[in-house]
């Protein structure tokens, strides 16, 4: 069964920093694109970066950028993202989601097949 | 960027309706368009990918249809357990991946 189990939300004050963890287990983690993806309060999703399985493509939305970094241990199947500089904006439920990618023919067809249960941050003084 | 833009944005249905969703994209992007189910105090889950093929587990009353700039979801005999909020997301062209903005589907 796939687990994607997040940690490390919680209240901090502006221009603070924090750092989520995801643990994954169930599914071959070293071969998997990772994402996370937030949702503030009231409102709809938002996608936050992507790092793929190897590391070696990074990628961030705008709103993020120069801010967090997103990073992985395939070690131990571990997926983090690292905070600095948190906005009242960045206050949401932060999702740590797997992403597939669905093969046929000379297509594929990528999607985001598994979430984590979410971790809080709220960035408030 | 590509904009996603749902409607309607709330809809209100009886349980046994039928109800479409559409998910309109300000360029084309092919088939790579997903459909996710969220309820609140629950991770998202998803339904649809390739804009119509449906994921392992879904019920078969839901389904997917679209290509290019326009797509669809429609659930058929609605039941107690569909009254969420359904998000469609492009993964065509990135970054960023881009969710509409949400349908909410509430009880008549």
């Known amino acids: 069964e796939v687990q994607l189990v997040e940690s490390g939300g919680g209240l901090v004050q502006p221009g603070g920093s924090l750092r989520l963890s995801c643990a994954a287990s169930g599914f071959n983690f070293s071969m998997a694109g990772m994402n996370w993806v937030r949702q503030a309060p009231g409102k709809g999703l938002e996608w936050v970066a992507y790092i793929y399985a190897d590391s070696n493509t990074i990628l961030y939305a705008d709103s993020v950028k120069g801010r967090f970094t997103i990073s992985r241990d395939n070690a131990k199947r571990s997926l983090y993202l690292e905070m600095k500089n948190l906005r009242a904006e960045d206050t949401g439920l932060y999702y740590c989601?797997?992403?597939?990618?669905?093969?046929?023919?000379?297509?594929?067809?990528?999607?985001?097949?598994?979430w984590g249960q979410g971790s809080l941050v709220t960035v408030s003084s | 960027d590509i904009q996603l833009t749902q409607s309607p944005s709330f809809l209100s249905a009886s349980v046994g309706d039928r109800v479409t969703i559409t998910c309109r994209a300000s360029q084309g992007i092919s088939r790579d368009l997903a459909w996710y189910q969220a309820k609140s105090g629950r991770a998202p889950s998803l339904l649809i990918y390739g804009a119509s093929i449906l994921q392992r587990g879904v019920p078969s009353r839901f389904s997917g249809s679209g290509s290019g700039t326009e797509f669809t979801l429609t659930i058929n005999n609605l039941q107690p357990e569909d009254f969420a909020t359904y998000y469609c997301q492009q993964l065509h062209t990135y970054p960023p991946i881009t969710f509409g903005q949400g349908t909410r589907l509430d009880i008549k």
């Open positions: 989601v797997r992403w597939n990618g669905y093969c046929s023919g000379d297509h594929c067809y990528p999607s985001f097949d598994y």
